[in-house]
Structure formats: structure tokens, C-alpha cells
């Protein structure tokens, strides 16, 4: 009896672990992107070799490229100096090494952890990594997939292998229905509320239960996509006839014969009954709220009809509150907000933006807030263009923008300033993640539209 | 990579809990394409005024802190994005390990590749270090044990290859490149088509 995560680590062995030496591991895709790849590039170069496997590595651009049309498709050079060293050092690595790169202008760009899912690449029972923690995303596939260092990226590279140490497994049992407004991101928020910001670390989550069944792709990659922000390895969920559903027919999935043939394995890709993990915690579903961080990591993380707590005497708690501006006792519902973000690899697909539009359409946002829509993807982009989101967007006053990280981590000129409160439908709230100074909340693309219509904290059952 | 057999010194400390990898390092830094010089941007945002002065009372400015070697931290430290400029920051600035009771998981790979040792204590030897700060410890990676001023000595964990690695300056990719041979069986026995 073994778990998924067994399953799909012990085929990925080239050579077992033992006391005195980690296991060798084959890692199917390798994705890279321009901000943790030049330092590997570099190494390769150093040593005189070939990236072994082009045909399993795939780069793109998403951190530091601007969001800005004019600068992507127009003749307006990038204004951020470094980012356009770095996308040009991408372009020429990738062309030395034969690396298949979706490039700023490709029709195919977006972020890393979006662009793979649509385009079939990332496929169940795969090894997947990428120099990036929320490679996790993946997961939502019943693949192995996780963040990894820019040493780590050139052994990858050099060898198609890493040295990894088997992780310890930990089920994460969600039973019963999300009511209407209460979304996959306010679960996935619920789950690292209740075990904590390192709740998972030396762990890979397997989400279970018939909440998990009835989630979209879109849905799963949300909730796998932060397992990092629980400390953990990784996250995944068993593939399922609407893992095969979304698959069949992306460019770059199995087709005919080899279509029977992988459906066929695809389908062992699920724990055994009776098999044990290390640890497991239950939630119920059917009782969660739209959740809202108010503090400095995940972790702190309340029902948005609730108070932020009042923990005296703890500094570390007092230090995050003074940075927010917050005071223990205060209700979130309300507060003001200045920038409204919706986007990034957690929620920044088309049905993300297709909640943003049900509750934007016909609406305007509040004056004097910002919203920024940043598509995760070129092709999303189009289609929320083709569905109308966009026009919706545009008419209820907000920015609609080209695919890319953005102001998830405001590396491209994205940012918050300094003091402000962004709501954001990104992942992590860190002190300055969005800008220096700035104040990250994070909520459901609900939540967040919502909140940008009334300038304040609102619960989006108010509007749905 | 350089061998790292012992380090003896002076600690600083900082001790807030979950100091994740964006506070270490923050993104707007992340542009360049070397590792080079990252330690000026160590903890840029708790360490500078917004005019670029340093200030005053954050621990690294402090003159105490000159030639630290070991920096002691609430739990949970590393956590957040992979990136890892933040142990080549921490190393550029002269750290050579980070004592806390939890470290997370990417962050700690990232160091052991670089030479930075993530040391994990318990509770009570975490509460002395940030009650004692600029104690001068002694890290002993062969007997994988921390000795406090005291005299106290406890055990840290150390998986056997990473500190193989450690005392002997091994870089994990000669040992990979050594498994070629199983990496192209393993390709064969699974139908990859070998590389061109």
C-alpha cells in the first residue's frame, strides 16, 4: 500500500536513498524563467557543458518583464534597466543551449506555472521543478512538483537529476461543499490558518476528500499552488477524470494510442486504500467563510467577518500589526483599501478573472483605488478577451494588462507604495512583497473585486 | 566549493519568527545575473532608511554586529520564495550559519550547497542565543555539535552527505555527473530516447 506521493517518487528513482546518500531523482520538465536561471547558465559555461535534456526544459519570462503593452509590444524599451539585462540574457542563453523559449513577444508567454498546465506539458505522475517555490502549482496534477535553488537549477541542467531526501507525507482531508462566494483560495487560506505557516515543512501535501473532487483545475492549482506557504515540499491531488478532462486535446498531451496508453497509468496515480501518512489534518468545507490575511505571512489569516486577534504580550505578533497598521480587536470588514491586484500563478486564470467580471460587471470601482488585472497567461488574456471580461474590466475603470508576475512581487516596476493596502489575489503577504512599505491583504478574486467596488474590506456574498 | 569544518563566533541576532527569503533578500534586487556583491542588499529593507542611511537600531547596524559570523533568528527562518540569493546575500555579508529551531526546507538546501549552515536547536538553547546576543559559539560540523560560552554542547541534525560535502568541499554535481551511467539506463529502461 503506498500513498500517490510514493507512487510517483519511487518511479522517479534512479538511484535509491540510502543512510549515507540521498536519492538520485529523474525529474521529467524542467522549468526556468529569467531571474533564477543566468546564475546556472553561468555554471554550465564554467565547466564546458550542454543543458543534457532541451527536450525536457522549457523557459519563459515572467518576473521581471513589464505588464505595460508599450513595452512589451510597442517600441518603448523596458524601463527597469536590470530586468531587460536579464530578459536579453535569457534570450541568448536559451538560444546557446537549444532551450525551447517562449519569449516577451510569443503568443504562448505567461507565467511559468500557468503557460505548462495549457499547454499539456505538465502531465500526471510527472517530476516537475522549476527555480521557483510555487512550483507547487503543478501538484494539481498528481505531479511532484517543487521549488528549487539556482545550484540546484544547473544540476538539473547538467545532469537531469537531482539529490533529493524522500520527504515525509501528509494527508489534508477536505470533505463536504464550499458554499457559493467561498472559493478554493479561501480554502487553501483555511488549510495554512489551521497548520501554520511551517505546519508542512519537510512535507508533501496530498489534498483529499470530496471538496478536492469537486474542484476545477483552475481550482486545484490554487490550493496546490500555495502548499509552499504551509513550509511544504508540495502539494498534490490525485488526477481524476477532470484532470483528464482538461488535458485531452492541449498541444502538447499524449494523443491517440499514447492518449489510452497514459490514461491507463494515469488512472493507478491515486493512494491505496489503508495506506498510512505521516501526519493528516480534516477540515470541513461546508462551514468556511471568505477568508483575509491581516497581518505579515499566510499564516494570519481570519473569516473576514471576524476581529483580528488580540495576542498581547507577543512581539512578533505586535511587530506585523504595527507594520499593517492594525490593532488587535479591530473588525477586517470595512477597512480601506488603496490598490486592488488581481493576477499571479494563484489567481490569475480565466476563471479567476471570470469571478472578478460576475462581480464588476456593470459596477465601477470605488474613486481613488487602483485595480491592476494582470492575466496569468497570453492565451488567458485572450480569452478574457473573447468572453468580455476585459471590456467588463476596462469599463469598470480597471487597468487590464499583459500576462506576467507583476505586482505579485513587484519586481517590474509593479509596485504598491509605500504604506498603502493592497488587497491581492496573489500568495504572500511578506512586509514589503509588493513594494517598499507595502501592505498586503490576501483574498479570493472575489473578495477582491468586491472590495475594489466599495473602496473597503467587503464581504462578496454582499454582491454575488 | 570551499571546505567548512568549524566556525567560531561572535552571533547576532535577530529575532523575529518566520524571516521569510523576501525580507533577506528583497525581489527588486533579484534582477541581477550574478551572485556577486548581494550582501549590500542583506535585509535591505530593515537595515535602510528610505534614503539609503542605515538604521540605527536594526541588529546588523549596530556596531556589535561588525565581523559576526553567526546570525541567530526566531523560527522558521527561510521561508517564502526559493530564491537563492538570499543564503549568497548571507554569505556575501560574512555569515557563515544561521542558528534558529525550524528552518525551511528550500532555504535549507540553498544553504548547504553554498556553505552556509542551517543549524537547528531546541526551544531552550533558541531562547538563550537571543537572550545572550554576541555570545561567541563554536559550530564543530564533523561532531555536528554547537558549544555555547557556557560550555553547554548539544547535537544538531546534519544529514551524512551533506556534511560529507561540507568537510570536504564536494560539489553535489561531480557526484551526479558520477551517476550518468544510471541516469542512462534509467532513460532506456523507461523509453526516453537518449539525448542528442
Redesign the interface.
Known amino acids: 500500500m503506498s500513498t500517490l506521493f510514493d507512487k510517483v517518487w519511487a518511479a522517479h528513482e534512479?538511484?535509491a536513498e540510502t543512510?549515507?546518500?540521498?536519492a538520485?531523482l529523474?525529474i521529467d520538465l524542467h522549468l526556468i524563467h529569467e531571474?533564477?536561471s543566468?546564475?546556472a547558465f553561468?555554471?554550465l559555461k564554467g565547466?564546458g557543458l550542454p543543458v543534457?535534456?532541451?527536450?525536457r526544459t522549457l523557459a519563459t519570462m515572467d518576473?521581471?518583464i513589464p505588464t505595460s503593452t508599450e513595452q512589451v509590444f510597442g517600441n518603448v524599451p523596458i524601463k527597469?534597466d536590470?530586468?531587460a539585462?536579464?530578459v536579453r540574457?535569457l534570450e541568448q542563453n536559451a538560444a546557446e543551449f537549444g532551450v525551447e523559449l517562449f519569449g516577451m513577444r510569443d503568443a504562448r508567454r505567461g507565467i511559468v506555472h500557468v503557460i505548462s498546465p495549457e499547454l499539456g506539458t505538465t502531465q500526471p505522475g510527472m517530476t516537475i521543478v522549476c527555480?521557483?517555490?510555487h512550483t507547487s502549482t503543478h501538484g494539481a496534477f498528481g505531479a511532484l512538483a517543487f521549488?528549487?535553488?539556482?545550484?540546484?537549477v544547473?544540476?538539473v541542467f547538467?545532469?537531469?537529476?537531482?539529490?533529493q531526501?524522500k520527504?515525509k507525507t501528509f494527508a489534508v482531508n477536505v470533505e463536504g461543499r464550499l458554499r457559493p462566494g467561498v472559493t478554493a483560495k479561501d480554502l487553501i487560506l483555511a488549510v495554512i490558518g489551521k497548520i501554520g505557516?511551517?505546519g508542512g515543512?519537510?512535507h508533501v501535501l496530498e489534498y483529499r476528500g470530496s471538496a478536492i473532487r469537486a474542484l476545477s483545475m483552475d481550482e486545484r492549482m490554487t490550493v496546490c499552488n500555495m502548499s509552499?506557504?504551509a513550509?511544504a515540499?508540495a502539494g498534490m491531488i490525485a488526477p481524476d477524470d477532470t484532470t483528464f478532462a482538461y488535458l485531452e486535446g492541449k498541444p502538447r498531451a499524449p494523443r491517440g494510442a499514447h492518449w489510452e496508453a497514459a490514461l491507463a497509468h494515469w488512472r493507478t496515480l491515486r493512494t491505496d486504500p489503508g495506506a498510512a501518512f505521516d501526519s493528516a489534518v480534516d477540515l470541513d468545507a461546508s462551514v468556511l467563510e471568505p477568508m483575509i490575511t491581516y497581518g505579515t505571512?499566510p499564516?494570519m489569516v481570519l473569516p473576514i467577518g471576524e476581529a483580528i486577534p488580540d495576542n498581547r504580550g507577543d512581539?512578533?505578533f505586535a511587530?506585523a500589526l504595527a507594520y499593517m497598521g492594525f490593532h488587535g480587536g479591530e473588525a477586517m470588514l470595512g477597512k480601506p483599501i488603496d490598490v486592488v491586484f488581481i493576477g499571479s500563478c494563484t489567481n490569475g486564470r480565466l476563471e479567476d478573472l471570470q469571478a472578478a467580471a460576475q462581480i464588476l460587471k456593470g459596477r465601477k470601482i470605488a474613486p481613488g483605488v487602483r485595480m491592476l488585472i494582470v492575466p496569468g497567461s497570453q492565451d488567458i488574456k485572450r480569452a478574457a478577451e473573447a468572453a468580455g471580461y476585459a471590456d467588463i474590466f476596462k469599463a469598470a475603470g480597471a487597468d487590464w494588462r499583459e500576462s506576467g508576475c507583476s505586482m505579485c512581487?513587484?519586481?517590474n516596476g509593479d509596485t504598491v507604495a509605500?504604506g498603502q493596502y493592497s488587497l491581492s489575489t496573489s500568495n504572500?503577504n511578506?512586509?514589503?512583497?509588493q513594494g517598499?512599505?507595502a501592505r498586503t491583504l490576501l483574498a479570493s478574486p472575489y473578495t477582491a473585486a468586491a472590495s475594489a467596488v466599495r473602496g473597503l474590506i467587503t464581504d462578496p456574498r454582499d454582491m454575488l | 566549493m570551499e571546505p567548512v569544518i568549524r566556525v567560531r563566533s561572535k552571533t547576532v541576532v535577530i529575532p523575529s519568527s518566520n524571516i521569510d527569503t523576501d525580507q533577506i533578500i528583497p525581489a527588486r534586487f533579484l534582477t541581477t545575473t550574478t551572485k556577486i556583491g548581494l550582501g549590500r542588499q542583506l535585509f535591505a529593507d530593515w537595515r535602510y532608511q528610505s534614503d539609503g542611511s542605515p538604521k540605527p537600531d536594526f541588529a546588523l547596524n549596530r556596531p556589535a554586529a561588525a565581523g559576526a559570523q553567526v546570525l541567530v533568528a526566531g523560527r522558521n527562518f527561510g521561508c517564502g520564495s526559493s530564491r537563492e540569493h538570499a543564503p549568497w546575500a548571507l554569505l556575501d555579508f560574512g555569515f557563515r550559519a544561521v542558528i534558529s529551531t525550524e528552518i525551511a526546507d528550500i532555504f535549507r538546501g540553498n544553504s548547504l550547497k553554498n556553505g552556509l549552515l542551517p543549524i537547528t536547536v531546541d526551544e531552550t538553547i533558541s531562547q538563550w542565543l537571543q537572550a545572550n546576543p554576541g555570545a561567541e559559539v563554536d559550530i564543530d560540523v564533523e561532531a555536528r555539535r554547537l558549544t555555547l560560552p557556557t560550555g553547554v554542547a548539544v547535537s544538531f541534525p546534519l544529514e551524512a552527505f551533506a556534511r560529507h560535502c561540507l568537510l570536504n568541499g564536494i560539489d553535489e554535481l561531480g557526484y551526479l555527473r558520477s551517476h550518468l551511467g544510471d541516469i542512462e539506463r534509467y532513460e532506456a529502461a523507461r523509453g526516453i530516447q537518449a539525448p542528442k
Not at chain 1, 543534457?52 to 527536450?55: N, Q
Not at chain 1, 521549488?147 to 540546484?152: L, V
Open positions: 534512479v538511484v543512510g549515507d546518500a540521498p538520485v529523474y531571474v533564477t543566468p546564475q553561468s555554471v565547466l543534457r535534456r532541451p527536450d518576473h521581471s527597469v536590470a530586468a539585462r536579464q540574457q527555480g521557483d517555490s521549488g528549487i535553488g539556482t545550484t540546484e544547473g544540476h547538467a545532469t537531469q537529476t537531482l539529490l531526501r520527504p505557516v511551517s515543512t519537510g509552499i506557504e513550509g515540499r505571512n499564516g512581539a512578533v511587530k512581487l513587484g519586481m509605500a504572500r511578506f512586509e514589503g512583497r517598499v512599505g
